[in-house]
């Protein structure tokens, strides 16, 4: 991954960038709260905060609002779980997988505290 700005780490997620979490993997919206909460309106999963929802995690949007949530951004870091481990299936990993597959390319990865974190761009955006 290249470099950030000064004083931001490459990979940072910022405002007008876009974040999703566990494209290939078992939920980690548990690192929330462990203190690593996402840039405010940079969640596109995101329909409610756990405060609001009256819950642990929050509410998520519906997988096709997600899907045009995706869209409309050029950059987004996918905040998942390391290779090897289980792969979930449900519609809403899905819409992650197949439109950071089909309209978007991985710019780089690393890891971070147990997490496999991949920037993504438009093709040719990295």
Not at 64 to 71: G, I, Q
Not at 93 to 104: E, G, P, S, Y
Request: a positive charge; glycine letters at 12%.
């Amino acid at each position: 991954m290249g470099e950030g700005p000064p004083g931001q780490p490459a990979g940072e997620v910022r405002a007008g960038h876009g974040c999703v979490r566990d494209p290939l993997g078992s939920k980690r919206r548990a690192w929330e709260l462990a203190g690593h909460p996402p840039v405010a309106g940079t969640d596109l999963a995101r329909e409610r905060v756990p405060a609001a929802s009256h819950s642990l995690y929050g509410t998520e949007v519906a997988p096709a609002e997600l899907r045009t949530r995706m869209l409309a951004r050029h950059r987004i870091i996918a905040v998942g779980s390391p290779p090897g481990d289980a792969v979930e299936n449900d519609p809403m990993a899905r819409v992650k997988r197949d439109t950071l597959a089909n309209h978007f390319q991985a710019c780089g990865e690393r890891r971070a505290g147990g997490a496999m974190i991949t920037v993504y761009a438009r093709p040719d955006q990295c």
